[in-house]
């Protein structure tokens, strides 16, 4: 029998996967007990909590022990190391096998453009830049003028849903508020 031999990133992944899968849920404490709690962990500092105190019988917290694997941390879900660029200079240090590029958020449209550009060449994943079939094969004018104007339509058309659901939840807030409003009593008048 031959096995197929895993890139080192994919077993990383593997790893990390079966460690993540051992990881107990962290809840905050008597989250279970209380509506008002959240589930969602808050570190305990109460002077008899238990949970600080490690009490057997209570739930864990989270420690250093449940740390991921030591090759698959820093990875990208891709099996890539991010390596945030904001220049095309910064492109020269990634190794294409190993690395992938992402585009600092400070950067401007027109360094975007140009690291884009620069990233094609080199056969770079970039791992925030969504490149559809229509701007890779269409690099003309007119196919960057429809891209751009698709996206102004969605985006319009995310605002009207937007201001139909808030329209929506305006008319609930009035119907409820009806609802809980106590009707007036009818002064009684006293008959002779």
């Known amino acids: 029998m031959t096995e197929k031999k ?28 209380f509506d008002r709690f959240s589930l969602s962990w808050r570190k305990p500092r109460g002077l008899d909590n238990k949970i600080r105190r490690k009490i057997k019988g209570w739930p864990p917290g989270p420690s250093v022990g449940y740390k991921g694997p030591k090759i698959a941390r820093f990875l990208h879900p891709s099996g890539y190391r991010e390596v945030i660029v904001y220049n095309v200079a910064d492109l020269s240090t990634i190794d294409p096998q190993t690395q992938a590029a992402r585009i600092g958020h400070t950067v401007g449209k027109r360094k975007r453009a140009l690291i884009i550009e620069e990233v094609k060449k080199l056969n770079i994943k970039i791992l925030n830049v969504k490149l559809s079939p229509q701007t890779e094969d269409a690099e003309t004018e007119e196919g960057e003028e429809t891209a751009t104007e698709e996206a102004e339509q969605t985006v319009k058309e995310e605002q009207k849903s937007q201001k139909v659901k808030k329209q929506a939840s305006k008319e609930k807030a009035l119907k409820q508020e009806k609802k809980s409003k106590p009707k007036p009593k009818k002064k009684e008048t006293k008959k002779k």
């Not at 895993?6 to 007990?33: D, G, I």
């Open 6 to 33: 895993q890139s080192p990133s994919r077993k990383a992944l593997q790893l990390r996967a079966r460690a993540k899968n051992k990881k107990p849920k962290f809840e905050r404490a008597e989250s279970w007990k």
